[in-house]
């Protein structure tokens, strides 16, 4: 009984404390008139990473998976992952109708495009088939018996019950109708047909899972018998998954190659001004308002072997030249969206673009599989040719006069106008000798030609350890013009724990450096996030609080994004994403909110004192106040880790009056997630009635009046939000 009786006490004298807490005055001053650092421009960005589907099947609005049927036969992956027969087809299903019979077989006998553009001198010497990357395989049908058609059906970008539900480990060889189609909405279709004195029409429509017609039929009659292009427009009847069925209907021999499906003009970002992008995965990064966009990796960048290596002129001129691969998440990538694509997307966002290219060097966490050889004349002049031209060239394309080579390739694919490249990454998060041998050949390549490009180097994949010493080590002695790209993936702890990390004098690993003003060095926290709560609220409270620490600290950390950026649900790499999708919808996560909030603020940092209780200092209220020198606008970023709200009192040291605003995210909860189940989704076998979009937490808005000099405000439990002050 007495020991009953002593718990009620101390929970008594708990709920007292906590009620005084919350109604006792907190103070915060903040100095208008005694300017701070200058706030970086290009701090909030965004990194975009071919990982998760997040490609095909994402932001690419383009239906039609393995659409040039070159998923078969694929060199360095695992035996069971994509075609390994001839007959069949990955992510399509061959189809019989009423009887009919024939064959369907991937042949390499009638190339679509007769020449491939050959861009690289690969070692035709070395352990593997160059020639592998040029086979153009279609599909030849043979029709016995026609019945009701005989043919092919592409069943999109596809649906699993889990993320381990598959044929392989990583590929996505749907065998389910799952084109997400909508009623009313024209679909606009591309394909190349080629007849071998065949006398039959080809029949294209949609139609679900149990066979039902879901849109008109296009007929095409009088094949050629040489490739050419047909191109016609499907209205869905049905919101349902749906396929597409190409049939013939003759006995006879015809070949189909290079299928593709996007939705109308309208359902595409921007109109399809900027390429064919997803509108509403385009419209979130659009209200992220990002200064810059890295591409397309990460780890995908450096490719986990010889043929995962991306080169970028594989990805760009007409669309039925590009050469897909496997990438390093072990699924295809078609390069519908290529590196022209992508320097759209970062410009219809506003971003500077920020590619990353391979250096020679692949992933070192599958083991540097392949190394790219410097060790004879031969092997350094291949490396010149392939990977320091790769860097010249792209800047080139980017950034040169239409009568250039590479300026005139851009102009022909519809930009005359250059896109302004400032920044390029050499490699991602590599380490060791043979890493920073091939870097320096392109370093000095491309710092001799062009001096005015910032060149991202790679402080690795930790926040500390050897080889961030032995990294930092080189770029001090070598390359102190760079901006070194960190990367971390860490806990709640390491994150509120951090908030000194970059400040002016803090230790910069063991070696006793510092982040130095005085140096050109500058820091680029390229990929970051809590990566084990699987994007709970909690984690979003401990990174906001960390990059009001990056926004403090913005003479130094000039540029940050999150990491991932994007997730297909059923399809996850990583559990913890900042949007998670999928084919008709999205999940804005919390994470996601709070970059959004911080998105905006001022163009300097104002001197004020920490959030005091008393005389003691609040730790876990975290503040960032900047003021836009030209309108006046305060903008005071915070954080309130605690689940009590805080009445903040808030001392200007000045007598102006502003319109007081404040935008917010909050939640008693932490343990809640926007996507809630991550492979619970809209074609998921077992979706009920109940299944929605809604995100649970979602930013709000309240207004405080009119303020000046002192005033008042309760700042929210488990809170990451803006007062914005807008003066009158």
């Not at 390549?445 to 991202?456: D, F, H, L």
């Not at 913005?554 to 990491?563: G, K, P, Q, R, T």
Request: net charge neutral.
């Amino acid at each position: 009984m007495k020991k009953s009786i002593w718990v009620t006490a101390a929970l008594l004298t708990t709920v007292l404390m906590q009620g005084w807490a919350q109604t006792a005055h907190r103070q915060l001053s903040i100095n208008t008139k005694d300017l701070g650092i200058e706030i970086s421009p290009t701090l909030s960005g965004i990194f975009f990473e071919d990982i998760n589907q997040s490609l095909d099947g994402g932001i690419c609005a383009q239906m039609i998976q393995n659409n040039s049927f070159q998923a078969y036969n694929v060199p360095d992956g695992p035996a069971n992952e994509f075609s390994q027969s001839d007959t069949i087809f990955f992510g399509w299903t061959v189809v019989s109708k009423d009887g009919a019979v024939g064959q369907a077989h991937a042949v390499s006998d009638h190339p679509l495009v007769k020449s491939l553009p050959r861009r690289y001198n690969y070692d035709p010497n070395d352990k593997y088939d160059d020639e592998q990357r040029y086979v153009q395989y279609c599909v030849r049908f043979d029709i016995q018996q026609a019945g009701g058609g005989y043919g092919i059906a592409a069943n999109g970008y596809g649906i699993v019950p889990t993320s381990r539900d598959r044929n392989a480990i990583y590929s996505n060889n749907t065998q389910r109708p799952s084109l997400a189609v909508e009623a009313g909405v024209k679909y606009d279709l591309g394909l190349y047909l080629q007849g071998q004195q065949y006398k039959g029409k080809i029949r294209i429509w949609l139609e679900d899972l149990n066979g039902n017609i879901n849109s008109n039929i296009i007929k095409i009659s009088k094949l050629k018998n040489d490739w050419k292009k047909y191109r016609g427009s499907l209205k869905a009847l049905r919101t349902i998954d749906s396929r597409l069925v190409i049939t013939g209907d003759k006995e006879g021999t015809f070949f189909l190659d290079f299928v593709t499906l996007l939705p109308e003009a309208s359902h595409l970002w921007k109109g399809g001004k900027y390429g064919p992008f997803r509108k509403d995965l385009m419209e979130a990064l659009a209200n992220l308002h990002p200064k810059f966009m890295r591409f397309p990796g990460g780890c995908a960048s450096e490719g986990p072997n010889y043929f995962g290596q991306v080169f970028w002129k594989n990805s760009i001129g007409n669309p039925e030249e590009r050469l897909g691969f496997r990438n390093h998440w072990g699924y295809w990538t078609s390069q519908y969206v290529g590196f022209y694509e992508y320097f759209l997307m970062a410009e219809s966002l506003g971003a500077s673009p920020l590619p990353v290219l391979n250096n020679g060097v692949t992933c070192q966490f599958v083991g540097h599989s392949y190394i790219a050889p410097l060790e004879t004349e031969t092997d350094r002049q291949r490396f010149h040719d392939i990977f320091v031209n790769d860097a010249l060239d792209l800047i080139e394309f980017c950034n040169g006069p239409v009568t250039s080579t590479w300026g005139k390739l851009r102009a022909q694919m519809g930009h005359p106008a250059p896109f302004n490249l400032k920044y390029l990454g050499i490699g991602n998060e590599n380490q060791g000798k043979e890493f920073w041998e091939r870097f320096d050949i392109i370093y000095k390549a491309v710092k001799e030609k062009y001096p005015n490009i910032i060149i991202v180097s790679t402080a690795g994949a930790r926040d500390a350890g050897r080889e961030f010493d032995n990294n930092y080590a080189e770029i001090d002695a070598k390359y102190p013009d760079t901006y070194v790209d960190e990367h971390y993936y860490k806990g709640d702890d390491w994150f509120f724990s951090q908030g000194n990390r970059y400040a002016p004098g803090a230790k910069r690993g063991k070696e006793g450096n510092t982040y130095d003003r005085s140096k050109p060095t500058r820091v680029f926290v390229g990929e970051f996030a809590n990566n084990n709560t699987n994007n709970a609220y909690q984690s979003t409270l401990a990174e906001a609080a960390y990059w009001l620490s990056l926004e403090r600290n913005s003479d130094m950390v000039v540029m940050a994004a999150y990491a991932p950026l994007f997730c297909k649900k059923g399809y996850n790499k990583w559990n913890s994403n900042l949007i998670w999708f999928d084919n008709r919808g999205l999940w804005r996560t919390t994470n996601y909110y709070y970059q959004k909030l911080f998105s905006l603020g001022g163009n300097r940092a104002l001197k004020y004192e920490d959030v005091k209780q008393g005389n003691e200092v609040d730790g876990k209220v975290y503040t960032s106040p900047t003021i836009d020198t030209q309108s006046g606008t305060i903008f005071l970023k915070f954080v309130n880790a605690e689940a009590m709200d805080k009445k903040i009192s808030v001392s200007l040291d000045n007598a102006d009056v502003y319109a007081a605003y404040m935008y917010y995210i909050t939640s008693h909860d932490t343990k809640v997630k926007n996507q809630g189940d991550q492979n619970y989704y809209s074609s998921h076998p077992d979706v009920d009635n109940t299944f929605n979009y809604n995100e649970a937490i979602t930013p709000q808005k309240q207004s405080l009046g009119t303020v000046k000099g002192s005033f008042e405000f309760v700042m929210p439990e488990n809170a990451v939000g803006v007062l914005r002050l807008q003066k009158k």
